[in-house]
């Protein structure tokens, strides 16, 4: 059983047992799990539910792969560049996202 998710501006297809790197949201620190409602497909195999554009009532349940606060991890860091050509300037800027690690629970729907 799969289903395709929406999570801030991404979509992501996702098992139970997967584990996912999601974009940081606003979290309480005593927060044990997280429900995803953008459910946009599910999948069991014989049967495909689609949503247009999501399902109603489909919800994914997720917990933290360790607690709240340490699952918070950062990516990979990013240095984009602003260069204006012939007026001799350059710009570089560091990025780094923060994730939320998130284990797949259940798949309701």
């Known amino acids: 059983m ?16 997967d584990c996912l790197n999601i974009d940081l ?6 927060t044990e799990t997280i429900e995803l409602d ?3 497909l599910i999948s069991d195999g014989e049967e ?12 994914v349940i997720t917990s ?4 709240a606060e340490e699952a ?5 860091k ?6 204006r050509k012939r007026k001799n300037s350059k710009r570089r800027i560091g990025h780094r996202q923060k994730y939320i690690q998130v284990v797949i629970d259940k798949i309701e729907g």
């Open 25 to 30: 949201t606003d979290i309480s620190p005593d």
């Open 48 to 59: 495909v539910k689609v949503g247009t554009p999501l399902l109603e009532g489909a919800k």
């Open 64 to 67: 933290f792969k360790t607690n």
């Open 38 to 40: 953008k459910v946009l």
């Open 78 to 83: 990013l240095y984009p560049m602003h260069h």
């Open 72 to 76: 918070v991890i950062k990516g990979k």
């Open 2 to 17: 799969y289903a395709v998710i929406e999570q801030g501006s991404k979509q992501y297809k996702v098992a139970e047992g």
